[in-house]
């Protein structure tokens, strides 16, 4: 397995945890009972996270990439390999 098969597993394991992570902690502003005028949106976040999010989401999916470098150089699932060119 070459470096760019692993940097793209774990850019798909980046995104799956981003989405994973995204919601949790936040209070939409229906939840709060903030009166949205000018046509917001009652289910947007009041306070998203977001670098805080990043910052999870990156040392989270590191951890999951390890276990699945670890599963796939141990062989329990093996990757197939593409023909020479």
Same mark, same amino acid.
């Given at each position: %397995?070459?470096? %760019? *098969?692993?940097? #793209?597993?774990?850019? $798909?394991?980046?995104?799956? !945890?981003?989405? #994973? !992570?995204?919601?949790?902690? /936040? &209070?939409?502003?229906?939840?709060?009972?903030?009166?949205? &005028? =000018?046509?917001? =949106?009652?289910? #947007?976040?009041?306070?998203?996270?977001? &670098?805080? &999010?990043?910052? /999870? *989401? *990156?040392?989270? @999916?590191?951890?999951?990439?390890?276990? $699945?470098? $670890?599963?796939?150089? @141990?062989?329990?699932?093996?990757?197939? @390999?593409?023909?020479? !060119?």
């Amino acid at each position: %397995m070459g470096p %760019m *098969t692993m940097v #793209a597993i774990y850019l $798909v394991c980046w995104w799956t !945890v981003l989405f #994973a !992570v995204l919601p949790l902690g /936040t &209070k939409t502003h229906a939840e709060m009972g903030i009166d949205l &005028k =000018d046509g917001g =949106d009652p289910g #947007a976040p009041v306070n998203p996270n977001l &670098k805080r &999010k990043f910052i /999870t *989401t *990156t040392w989270v @999916s590191a951890i999951v990439w390890l276990v $699945v470098m $670890v599963v796939v150089w @141990s062989g329990v699932i093996p990757m197939p @390999s593409a023909p020479p !060119v």
